[in-house]
């Protein structure tokens, strides 16, 4: 598991496969760079950041899922970390951001969606839900996607909720990280803070 936590009360998590962009969007939530791997799971352990004043912590958890060169244990023990730590910390987690790459999620989610296996990214949607984790899918490299609209209604759809995706803003939030281009994400997570009673966390966002 990991240990690395710093001993914060609320905090905001970005979870999602390897390389979908979390740490660039890291960066751009706190102004701060992180290791960014040009190869997947570079990321082996959390990268947490937190503002000395205030009783918070955004933290990037590794990327679970395939990796071209880790091996099978490596990445099942990452995934289970992930979820320990998620569980772990669960009603200390004010948003769990799910970050998925628009271009390939829909892909991969209709490759791995046979009889016996829910995809991961749906399954980790289905965990933090239960786990009662208000989420906003991040849905990223939307600059690299010509039909948004029908995009997003297809990621919609996949997680189980109704379309058009546009009554779920505060869930679904197309952005591109590297571009900068994040407001949908940050109107997301604000409005989660302020159910939460924390509008005093707006500023981070």
Do not use: C
């Not at 060169?69 to 200390?92: F, H, L, Q, S």
């Not at 969606?113 to 289905?126: A, K, L, N, Q, R």
Request: proline fraction near 5%; charged fraction near 30%; avoid cysteine.
């Amino acid at each position: 598991m990991f240990e690395t936590r710093p001993d914060r009360d609320a905090e905001v998590v970005l979870i999602g496969r390897s390389n979908v962009g979390k740490s660039t969007l890291m960066r751009e939530i706190t102004g701060h760079t992180f290791d960014t791997g040009g190869k997947p799971g570079v990321t082996k352990k959390p990268n947490h950041y937190d503002w000395a004043s205030e009783d918070f912590v955004v933290t990037d958890l590794p990327g679970f899922g395939f990796m071209s060169g880790v091996p099978d244990d490596v990445r099942e023990r990452i995934k289970t970390d992930v979820v320990r730590y998620i569980e772990a910390n669960a009603e200390k987690i004010l948003v769990g951001v799910l970050v998925v790459d628009g271009k390939s999620v829909i892909d991969i989610i209709d490759r791995h969606s046979g009889p016996d296996e829910i995809p991961h990214d749906v399954e980790m949607f289905g965990f933090l839900q239960e786990l009662g984790i208000p989420t906003v899918v991040a849905v990223n490299k939307m600059d690299k996607v010509d039909d948004s609209d029908e995009r997003l209604d297809a990621v919609a759809e996949r997680l189980g909720l109704y379309t058009p995706w546009q009554q779920f803003d505060e869930i679904i939030a197309p952005i591109s990280a590297k571009r900068g281009s994040i407001e949908p994400l940050n109107e997301a997570v604000r409005e989660h803070l302020h159910e939460a009673k924390r509008d005093d966390l707006f500023k981070f966002f």
